[in-house]
């Protein structure tokens, strides 16, 4: 793998021209999903053909640090895009009267057990990595 290569694009046209790549692989999976019927696929034939250019690029020259700094603005600003759907799921939540406490404590327990899992996970993961590498300092 090589290192990441580095530009002195401004960030504003490193941003357009990361929407300019995201759009146009997007749209291509459009077309080539029409072609073969399957137009509902698009997105998700999309979303692998964009994480394949990337995995070749980054194997074969190194990803652009431009690349990099806009996908991270893009990905920090896209939260807001979030806020409509965010308001009318919880307007549709309050209109399911007596199945609302089913719906928050399914939700809740769908959220945490996973969030505990990956804690322990986390956990036992950072131990052994600190058991590891006390006990290769002790036998220097």
Partial sequence: MKPTSLSKLPVWLA??????????????AV????????A???????????????????MVKGLPIWL?????????????????VSAG???LLFALGDELWGVI???????LI???GLALLSNRWLSNTVDTDTK????S
Avoid: H, Y
Avoid at 72 to 83: K, W
């Fill in 15 to 28: 941003v357009i021209l990361t929407l300019i790549m995201v759009i146009l692989v997007r749209e291509s």
């Fill in 31 to 38: 077309v080539i999903c029409q072609l073969l019927g399957m």
């Fill in 40 to 58: 509902k696929a698009a997105n998700v034939v999309g979303m692998v053909a964009m994480f394949l250019i990337l995995i070749t690029w980054r």
């Fill in 68 to 84: 990099t700094r806009a996908s991270n603005i893009l990905l920090v600003d896209s939260g807001f895009a979030f806020l409509p």
């Fill in 89 to 91: 799921a919880g307007l």
């Fill in 105 to 111: 404590l399914t939700m809740t327990i769908s959220t």
């Fill in 114 to 116: 996973p969030l505990w």
């Fill in 136 to 139: 290769r300092k002790g036998q």
